[in-house]
């Protein structure tokens, strides 16, 4: 879900979103978000920032940018983190 605020019709304010990814397994989830919470709460804020939580079995996150730019830049941050995690995981679990 996107959702975009505008003065007029040309100028963008600012952009928010809301990810929702749902999980199967509770332990995945809860690796993923204590591995990527100190990333979002320790990256700067300039032009985005992000917030994480846990809702049932989904990761929820939401970002709030400036622009389209920072926040194309933070989703794709983010989304790598997760798939590095999970990445992290699968091999953990193969040994």
């Known amino acids: 879900m996107f959702i975009m605020t505008q003065e007029d019709s040309d100028i963008i304010n600012s952009v928010k ?6 999980f199967d397994s509770e332990k995945e989830l ?24 846990i809702e049932n079995q989904s990761l929820i996150i939401l970002i709030k940018s ?4 920072s926040f194309r830049a933070s989703t794709n941050s ?9 990445s992290i995981i699968k091999i953990t679990e193969q040994h």
């Open 66 to 69: 400036e622009d389209m730019t």
């Open 17 to 22: 979103g809301k990810i929702i990814i749902n």
């Open 78 to 86: 983010i989304i790598k983190w997760i798939k590095l995690s999970h």
């Open 30 to 53: 809860n690796i993923i978000y204590k591995s990527i919470y100190p990333e979002i709460q320790t990256s700067p804020y300039y032009r985005s920032k992000a917030e994480i939580k």
